[in-house]
């Protein structure tokens, strides 16, 4: 099992910057992806960005040059830059193992114009 807690949310102007974090714990061994997902109520959940164990780092084109996903051990952070109003949602991290996919609880991310 593999226990995620995302932190970092909040409410950030158009244009500003905020670092999402995802601490994991648990068989962290066996995590061989850790990704970032977000969601605004009503639509699918929408791939971000995703980091591999060996560090390969893949982003959705909407993110691309903004956003950056980074990890330190047992932590996977997304930095968020040039935040847009169509960025707000609650952001998830996502931790993939070969039997199964693991989630936090999700973090708000709010963007005023």
């Known amino acids: 099992q593999v226990q995620l807690v995302e932190s970092g949310g909040g409410l950030v102007q158009a244009g500003g910057s905020l670092r999402l974090s995802c601490a994991a714990s648990?068989?962290?061994?066996?995590?061989?992806?850790m990704g970032w997902y977000r969601q605004v109520p009503g639509k699918q959940r929408e791939w971000v960005a995703t980091?591999?164990?060996?560090?390969s780092t893949t982003y959705a084109d909407s993110v691309k040059g903004r956003f950056t996903v980074s990890r330190d051990n047992a932590k996977t952070y997304l930095q968020l830059n040039s935040l847009k109003p169509e960025d707000t949602a609650v952001y998830y991290c996502?931790?993939?193992?070969?039997?199964?996919?693991?989630w936090g609880q999700g973090t708000q991310v709010t963007v005023s114009s």
């Open positions: 996502d931790a993939q193992s070969p039997a199964r996919h693991y």
């Open positions: 648990g068989s962290i061994f066996s995590i061989i992806a």
């Open positions: 980091i591999t164990r060996v560090g």
